[in-house]
């Protein structure tokens, strides 16, 4: 069984690798891989054993092969679908970054209740007005929605992509969702990080002050 | 000393209490704010105490005085201000999302190499030049960077900013930045996100239908 921080893992060791890939790596071992991960090189070989892949100590892991190990797991044979609902400044700026970037998930439909933003193609994607929100995800069968609601409507709109057939949220919303205990959700909670990021800047810079100091 | 996770619930708390403090709630108890929080009430307040916080068992916490104590320790006395790097999608997105959003947290300047960009305001922020990235950091006595170039620039915009005296980053491109210890950096990583979204749907899924033919 696969814990988050897991598949977390293997979700970054697979960009690194295309990045080695693109640079005509063939080969890896695995404390290169744990320095660019920023993890122990026990834990990429612990992470990597779990997809069936072990490396020989004199030249590594064959790159393009993890790369395929990676994706058996992570990839599912037949393109998976997400729905995007709102097509604000953030939402538009998701659409641009995900369009094109894995060819097995992409952002298969966005919703929004401004009528000026709907029946059209933004970045590759057909814009529907919400009260087709519902009915659009079953038709197409989407498992992944992608919340960039105001906080007031976020709650609302998840419920709404779990009816349709939703089983794993990512949310970029301000607030919690409150959903079925078999539904995932992840959360992009983006002030948090910010203040997190703002305090432990100050506790470094008086750190770094008090060393000066003494 | 406080963890990550402990100011990343203090931060949670407060937009908490924000919100029912505009629903005019005076009082809350510790399991309440631990449901809407989804962690226990032991958690809450274990983490209050840390802020010198303590409920009464009849009418709980006072919401006014927590918000008042929380941003004792999360905010500064003077405002705190943030640089933005690479104002495209994302960026501009982040400009208008986190614009007025907290008083004493505030994105004060934003860099692109893209003239058509800079010398001008957006939502409020002024934009400059790239070049003037690490002088105006340090001019403006910045601490806090975010990072919404593209994965290759990531490193290069890191270290400028960190010579202009950021110690904490928080990072959208996707890929590790590797930074002297004490600069703290806070990884959004949008696409290991959605890939975990997806990877957790699919497994609920399966169960689900595996429930239903059983």
Do not use: W
């Not at 977390?8 to 690194?16: A, H, M, N, P």
């Not at 891989?33 to 072990?54: K, N, P, Y």
Request: glycine fraction near 8%; aromatic fraction near 6%; charged fraction near 25%.
């Amino acid at each position: 069984m696969h814990s988050q921080r897991n598949i977390g893992r293997l979700s970054v060791y697979r960009r690194l690798l295309y990045g080695l890939l693109e640079a005509r790596t063939e080969y890896v071992h695995s404390h290169t891989l744990a320095s660019l991960a920023e993890v122990t090189a026990a834990q990429v070989r612990r992470d990597l054993m779990a997809v069936g892949c072990c490396g020989t100590p004199r030249r590594g892991y064959a790159v393009s092969f993890l790369i395929e190990s990676i994706g058996e797991l992570l990839d599912t044979p037949e393109p998976q679908g997400a729905a995007l609902v709102g097509i604000g400044n953030l939402g538009s700026a998701l659409l641009a970054y995900f369009s094109g970037r894995r060819p097995k998930l992409a952002i298969m439909a966005a919703f929004d209740i401004d009528p000026a933003k709907v029946n059209r193609v933004m970045h590759g994607c057909r814009c529907y007005p919400v009260e087709k929100l519902e009915n659009t995800v079953r038709k197409k069968d989407l498992r992944v929605g992608i919340v960039t609601v105001p906080a007031s409507e976020a709650q609302g709109i998840a419920e709404a992509l779990v009816r349709g057939g939703v089983r794993g949220l990512l949310n970029f919303a301000p607030t919690r969702l409150h959903v079925a205990r078999d539904v995932f959700v992840e959360d992009m909670d983006m002030t948090m990080s910010l203040e997190k990021a703002a305090f432990f800047a100050r506790r470094e810079d008086r750190k770094r002050k008090a060393r000066r100091v003494s």
